[in-house]
Each structure stands twice: as structure tokens, then as C-alpha cells.
């Protein structure tokens, strides 16, 4: 079988697989509905009397898909490695030609799936809901699939350093949710004190962000990077950064015990 | 002919707690080889260590001429001892998964009839009885039809008439020239199917050799037992030994046409009794004789069963170990 066989064969497991655990389903979708109808209703209250949740709804469009970009791959992803390692599935899959490389790709294909319908929804909910002006940009499709390859991997590298399923869930939201509002998402970085800069220009999420904004909103007032357009520049570092996160999480699934 | 399988020396540590301890076989073409052993021998890691998927510490091993991780995959099928599928596919869809995964697989529909759940084909995993799981998992191991075949205890929670469903495949299997590597805790399945058996205790590999050979050299005598609850001394000075176990009175080395004696001295010495039994020695007593001195053993010595509970010790992220049940140590 060739490697697009063996993809195939492994996309249509893991897709099976997610319909069928109906609870994940459901609450893969609910996720981004409760986010919009939270959020959704701060915007534009100001309940802070400051400046939070003061821009208009379109600004925050990137927040929402980050936040399904981020929490849906590493939960899912190190949950999953766990399971596997539980069930000796990775030493099964050792003893196969399909490769670790491979089974992350699989992997990454089904998150970007489900990820792209919780988008779709998404947008849809904010356009509906809140009156968002949102620019249709094949580059925000670039986004989210360069940012789940990158979150694929670090979900990977979670599952493959917990030791049990409930380990992974918790250490990917012990990282999603400060990653969350540490990447130029809901908060901008003049909103955070200082010494979070660093934290924020490292992490992938923020150029994810910042790209999506530039791409999809048309008020944005994105920086150029080095001159070149935001919306083209901050894709790129997001897959410079993605690259690495990938092989690292590939490398780091377990083909011994 | 070159062996198709091949242990060098295998030394396998986790921490203090040896689970090989220079372990050397060879496996010939088409060769039904049996591994026999307590829990936590040692069998799993050698598996694993024969299949790639634990490093050895010292020593090496060779599938079809190659290092196991260089083998090429689609002549090699392997149930891992805890193997446990992704549970929301149904058996069909499993076979079919796995069989997607090889370059050249066999019909999933006839792998799923030749281990026995053609009738639960259309039913998900998690909806399985365990026999029916078990054979299922059988069947993602020979998907490929493979050339060299690792079966980590294969008919564990199958019942009789699935286990002899599993026993005609892997015999059919071996006539069409597939070389087998068998663990069992289920010595009537070792007996049955193996051309030779390999006993293992405390990681070492203590005897090997045909089902025959074994117990002729190491399963000790035939044995009449006698039901009865008279103390042995009332068969003092017949020309066998007689020892009180098993709840009657055991006299070894008795011959089926000297039964006839030992009765005749019962009734002529009086004793009550209500019944007989010849034995002849089997696979089981090897076990007993070999790997039971080990358990003794190491009972006196005051330790738990090497790695694992089972047969391995499997160390986890944070430099523990972890039993095969799970559990941690």
C-alpha cells in the first residue's frame, strides 16, 4: 500500500472514530458557541470601564478561531497519543509500515477537518450574532491549517510525556488557556504588563492572531513585519514555528515502550 | 537454512529489576515456536525486544535476516499482549483499517471468518464479548498475511471452541509455511501447536526443545493416583515410589500394564479406595518441575514477580514504571 493508502486508511479510522464518541462531538461544536455567546456579550459592554472587549466584534473574530486552533488540537492530539499508548496501539503500529510521521499527518488531517467546520460555524455565529464584518480571505484557511500542523505537534509531544489521558488533557489546557490570552487574541499586548511581551512574541498563537486579523478584518491595524504585508508575513513565522512543533511531536510518539 | 527469527545474548534492565538475562534462541522457517513462563518471565519484553519495540541493553536480535526495526513490515504481523483497537470501529472496519496499513493485505472479509466473527462483523469493538475482541485483534495480525508472526498470549479470555478456532488458524497457518512465535500461559495450546517449546523464568531462558523432549527429560514419572484417605505407609515396600498429594495416595514410574499390581496390592493390604487415575506427564509438569522451583524461589527470596505483574515492566514518561494492568510501581 502506498503512503497515500496508508494515510488514507488512518484519516478514515480517526474520522470514525471522532463522529462516533458523540459526547466529543457535541462538545467540539458547543465549545465555540458558548465561546461566541460569552464573549459575543461582553464585546462592546466595556464592563471593565477600561478597554477590554472594546473593539468592535470583527477584531475579535481572530480570538475565536484561536481559541478553537489552540484547545482543540493539543486536548484532542494528547488525549489521543494517551490512548494509544494505553492500548499498545503505537506498538501495534510499530510493527507496520505506517510510520509515526504518518500517523500524525492522519491525525492532523481529521483536527483540520473538524477545526475547519468549527470555524465555519463560527464565523457564521459571529456574522449572525454580533453584526461582525468579516473579509472572506482564503489566507485565513491557510491560517488555521498551518496553525493545526503546529498544534497537532505540540498535542504530540503532551500526549507522548503524560502518563495517562487525564494528564494530557490537563497539561493542554494548563498550556491552551494562558497561551490564549497571551497571544494577541481577546487582550492586546498594551493591555498586559510589560514583562509579558516576550511571552507573547513567542508564541505561535499570537501570529495566528495578528495574521488572521490582518486577513479577515478590515479596520485592522496590524504592523507590518520587515515590510511585508501582515497578512502574508505572520503566516510565514506561524509556519516557521509549525515546522519544528510537527516534527518534534513526531519524533517524540513512542514506537518503543 | 538460515533462522528466521534470532535472540543474541538479549539483556533487557528496568532499574534494579532484570527482565532478560541473555536470552538466545533461533526460530527456523515455518518452525511453531512456544513460549512458556510465569507472569513477569520475561516473555513480553522478549517479544517486544524480537519485534523492535523495546531496545535490549545488551545483546541482539534479527527478523528474516534483518534488525528488527529494519524488517520489512509487510512480512511481519504482531498481537501485542495488551493490544487494544480503537473501540468505536466495528471488527470489519478494524480488519479493514489495519489492512489498509500493509501493501498487499488479504480480503478483510476473509480474516474476519477465519477467526471466527464473520456473525459480528457490523458490531463496534466496545460492543464485543472479550473472546470476540480477542480474536478480532488476532485477526489484525494476520491481516498481512505475514511471513513471520508474533502472537503475545492470542487465546487469553477466548473460550474453548474460539481458542480451537484460533489454534486450527495458526496450525493452518504453519502448513502454508509461516514462521510463529507463540506465548501461552495455556500449556494444552504450547503442546498442541508448537514444534518446540522454550521455557522462561527470571528472564533466562532455562529449557527449550521439542514438547517431547521436555518432558521426557524434565516432566518426571507416570503417576497412578489413588483416592483414597490412607496414609502411605500402607504401600510400603511395593517396588514404586508412593507419595501423600492431591488428596489420595500418588505412586510414579507405574507403567499401564503394572496397574494391575498396585490394585492387587490395595486389595490385599485392604485399603479403601475410590479410585484410580494414570497420568502420563505432560508440558504442565515441566512447567511445574522448571518454572515453579523459580517462583519458589523467588517467594523465598521475598520478591513480587519480576517486572511487569504479567510479563514486562514498562517504564513510564516520568521514570517510573508501570505494570501492565496499569498500575504504577
Known amino acids: 500500500m502506498s503512503r497515500a493508502g496508508r494515510l488514507r486508511a488512518q484519516v478514515g479510522a480517526d474520522w470514525h472514530s471522532f463522529l462516533r464518541r458523540r459526547t466529543a462531538v457535541f462538545f467540539t461544536f458547543l465549545f465555540p458557541i458558548i465561546l461566541i455567546l460569552i464573549f459575543g456579550a461582553l464585546v462592546g459592554t466595556d464592563p471593565s470601564g477600561g478597554a477590554l472587549f472594546g473593539e468592535p466584534p470583527g477584531y475579535y473574530v481572530a480570538g475565536y478561531l484561536a481559541a478553537v486552533v489552540v484547545f482543540t488540537p493539543l486536548s484532542r492530539i494528547g488525549s489521543e497519543v494517551a490512548r494509544h499508548r494505553e492500548g499498545s496501539r503505537f506498538e501495534k503500529l510499530a510493527t507496520t509500515p505506517l510510520s509515526r510521521t504518518e500517523w500524525l499527518v492522519a491525525q492532523t488531517v481529521v483536527n483540520a477537518a473538524v477545526i475547519g467546520v468549527a470555524g465555519l460555524l463560527i464565523l457564521a455565529l459571529v456574522v449572525a450574532l454580533t453584526g461582525a464584518t468579516v473579509i472572506p480571505n482564503p489566507l485565513v484557511v491557510a491560517y488555521v491549517a498551518v496553525a493545526v500542523v503546529c498544534f497537532c505537534g505540540v498535542g504530540a509531544v503532551l500526549g507522548s510525556y503524560t502518563d495517562s489521558r487525564d494528564g494530557a488533557v490537563a497539561a493542554s489546557n494548563t498550556i491552551a488557556l494562558p497561551l490564549l490570552f497571551l497571544s494577541d487574541t481577546f487582550l492586546t499586548l498594551e493591555q498586559l504588563p ?28 496590524v504592523s507590518a513585519v520587515a515590510g511585508v504585508d501582515p497578512a502574508v508575513a505572520n503566516l510565514v513565522i506561524l509556519a516557521v514555528l509549525a515546522v519544528p512543533a510537527f516534527v518534534v511531536g513526531a519524533r517524540s510518539i513512542p514506537e518503543t515502550d | 537454512m538460515d533462522a528466521v527469527v534470532v ?28 513460549l512458556i513462563g510465569p507472569n513477569g518471565a520475561g516473555k513480553t519484553t522478549l517479544v517486544r525486544a524480537l519485534t523492535g519495540t523495546t531496545v535490549p541493553d545488551v545483546g541482539s536480535a534479527s527478523i528474516l535476516g534483518s534488525e528488527p526495526t529494519a524488517v520489512d513490515r509487510d512480512r511481519l504481523g504482531v498481537l501485542p499482549q495488551r493490544f487494544s483497537p480503537p473501540e468505536r470501529l466495528t471488527a470489519a472496519e478494524l480488519i479493514d483499517y489495519y489492512a489498509g496499513l500493509y501493501g498487499d493485505a488479504r480480503e478483510p472479509g476473509e480474516v474476519i471468518a477465519d477467526v471466527g466473527v464473520a456473525g459480528a462483523a457490523d458490531t463496534r469493538y466496545e460492543d464485543l464479548s472479550g473472546g470476540q475482541k480477542r480474536r478480532v485483534c488476532v485477526g489484525t495480525a494476520l491481516v498481512n498475511d505475514p511471513d513471520v508472526l508474533f502472537l503475545d498470549e492470542p487465546t487469553t479470555g477466548i473460550d474453548p471452541a474460539g481458542r480451537r478456532t484460533v489454534w486450527r488458524l495458526i496450525e493452518a497457518l504453519a502448513e502454508g509455511g509461516t514462521t510463529v512465535f507463540l506465548t501461552t500461559h495455556d500449556m494444552a495450546e504450547a503442546e498442541r501447536l508448537a514444534d518446540r517449546v522454550g521455557l522462561l523464568a527470571d528472564g533466562k531462558l532455562v529449557a527449550a526443545g521439542t514438547p517431547g523432549e521436555l518432558i521426557a527429560e524434565h516432566g518426571g514419572p507416570n503417576r497412578l493416583t489413588v483416592e483414597t484417605d490412607a496414609e502411605p505407609g500402607r504401600l510400603e515396600g511395593v517396588s514404586y515410589p508412593v507419595e501423600g498429594r492431591d488428596g489420595g495416595l500418588v505412586v510414579e514410574g507405574v507403567e499401564p500394564a503394572e496397574i494391575g499390581d498396585v490394585v492387587a496390592t490395595l486389595e490385599k493390604r485392604e485399603v479403601p479406595y475410590t479410585g484410580l487415575t494414570w497420568t502420563e506427564p505432560d508440558l504442565e509438569d515441566v512447567y511445574l518441575e522448571l518454572a515453579d522451583g523459580a517462583e519458589r524461589l523467588r517467594t523465598l527470596r521475598g520478591g513480587g514477580p519480576p517486572p511487569g505483574g504479567e510479563d514486562a515492566v514498562e517504564p513510564t514518561a516520568d521514570g517510573g514504571e508501570t505494570t501492565p494492568d496499569g498500575g504504577e510501581r
Not at chain 2, 535472540?7 to 532478560?20: F, S, W
Open chain 1, 194 to 221: 510589560g514583562w509579558f511581551a516576550p511571552f507573547v512574541e513567542l508564541s505561535p498563537l499570537t501570529y495566528f492572531a495578528r495574521g488572521v486579523r490582518a486577513a479577515s478584518y478590515p479596520d485592522a491595524q
Open chain 2, 7 to 34: 535472540a543474541d545474548g538479549l539483556e533487557k534492565r528496568y532499574g534494579d529489576t532484570v527482565a532478560l538475562g541473555g536470552v538466545s534462541l533461533a526460530v527456523e522457517p515455518g518452525e511453531v515456536f512456544g
